[in-house]
């Protein structure tokens, strides 16, 4: 390895980051894959490294005895002000809680699902498509993964509004911590309290009402610990699933022929939906903590150091995939870690697969030639997503 160009400069608060990562990640990769940014600033860790290697960001998600996600998954985040969730667990109280939500969000569960998103999504688009131009985030991305929580939890959709505006709020400044984030997730902890207290109470078919049915001895959940669930939900949904959604309009825009694929065979959204997680790679990165020294690419992280795993730089890795910033849809991808690996492999990777897979095909079905308005497009600046405030759509006739 050579050392990096004086000139190099990246640091993943950058807003600028956000437009287009993968040359800082490329560079980190083929000069310093374990790499620590020099900086006095107060708000990012003293000692906060990156890594950026496929084969070094899989190793430590296989090995949470050294990378620890006790401390949290996100960088310069107090872990006290986010309600307890699997995500920032070891085992084995990680391991106990998977078990219980593994037993009630089954496969069959999940399947369930998949009319109830195309109609959602349908309805969504009859109302925006005859517009000629709408946001491909506001108007249906954010929309689709909310009313699919409703739907799992049982909740109205007059509630819909609520939760997206809790997100945007915990969007606010690009800081978990701002005073309107923490004001969103206090709201957020008394809406799951209440809920979990009346599903005691009164059970439904609802996700939450099966996990209190699921729960054994031993193997128990704490109102806490489910309303951390649900928040979690939400965070997924609307933090992920959507830009999930956004980002694959965006990049189906801006390769034209790979959307002709889809548009002229759909029975191959099956695969290529893979190879679209994979290039769009909601979730750049999520952090664990060291629990020993570890050597990567020749340098030691201390025990204690915070170490951001880049997922966005491990799924454009040349050393695992032949062009890796070019979307092709004839991929065999085999794997990536758009969900993770490992113990923390999202559980609800099925549901947000099939969510991705439902609201793009739904939209080539009604719109099949739709372009994005590049200039509109506004980036959420918020560690460790790479999200869509706003991506115009133009449609048909309406295109400019």
């Known amino acids: 390895m050579s050392p990096l160009p004086q000139d ?8 600028r980051f956000y437009d287009d990562p993968y040359p800082y990640w ?4 083929d000069e310093a894959p374990a ?22 960001v899989d190793a430590a998600l296989l090995d949470w005895r050294t990378f620890s996600s006790a401390r949290g998954t996100l960088i310069d985040t ?17 391991d106990e809680l998977r078990a219980i939500l593994a037993r009630v969000l089954t496969p069959a569960r999940v399947a369930s699902l998949e009319s109830h998103v ?17 946001d491909a985030s506001t108007e249906y991305s954010q929309l689709i993964p909310t009313i699919t929580m409703c739907e799992l939890l049982d909740l109205p959709l007059a509630d819909r509004e609520q939760f997206l505006k809790w997100n945007l709020d915990t969007l606010a400044g690009g800081d978990f911590t701002s005073p309107a984030a923490l004001a969103a997730y206090a709201e957020m902890e008394r809406y799951w309290t209440d809920l979990v207290a009346e599903r005691r109470q009164r059970p439904g078919r609802d996700l939450i009402s099966q996990i209190l049915h699921n729960q054994t001895q031993g193997q128990e959940l704490s109102d806490e610990e489910i309303g ?11 933090n992920t699933t959507m830009n999930m959604i956004a980002n694959g309009i965006i990049e189906l825009a801006r390769f034209p022929d790979e ?4 548009v ?32 990567i690419g020749g340098l030691t992280i201390p025990a204690g150091d915070q170490v951001l795993l880049c997922y966005g730089s491990a799924n454009h890795d040349e050393r695992v995939f032949e062009r890796p910033d070019v979307l092709d849809l004839d991929r065999d991808v085999k794997s990536h870690w758009t969900f993770g690996h490992g113990i923390h492999f999202c559980l609800g990777n099925a549901v947000a697969r099939l969510e991705t897979r439902v609201a793009l095909h739904a939209l080539l079905d009604r719109a099949p030639d739709y372009a994005i308005d590049e200039s509109g497009i506004v980036r959420n600046q918020l560690v460790p997503t790479r999200g869509v405030a706003h991506a115009p759509v133009e449609v048909g006739a309406h295109r400019g």
Not at 122 to 127: N, T
Not at 287 to 293: G, S, V, Y
């Open 8 to 15: 190099f400069d990246f640091d993943p608060f950058d807003p």
């Open 26 to 29: 490329k560079v980190l990769r």
């Open 35 to 56: 790499w620590r940014r020099p900086t006095a600033e107060a708000r990012v860790w003293p000692h906060y490294w990156l890594l950026t290697r496929a084969a070094d």
């Open 78 to 94: 107090d872990i006290s002000l986010i309600p307890p969730n699997m995500f920032n667990m070891d085992p084995p109280r990680h």
């Open 118 to 134: 195309r109609r959602s999504a349908d309805e969504i688009l009859d109302r925006v498509v005859g517009a000629g131009r709408f």
């Open 228 to 238: 951390g669930f649900c928040s979690l939900l939400h965070d997924a949904s609307q």
């Open 259 to 262: 959307r002709s694929k889809l």
């Open 264 to 295: 002229a065979d759909p029975g191959r959204w099956g695969h290529a939906v893979e190879e679209i997680l994979r290039f769009v790679s909601p979730v750049q990165g999520l952090a664990r903590a060291t629990t020993r020294d570890v050597e």
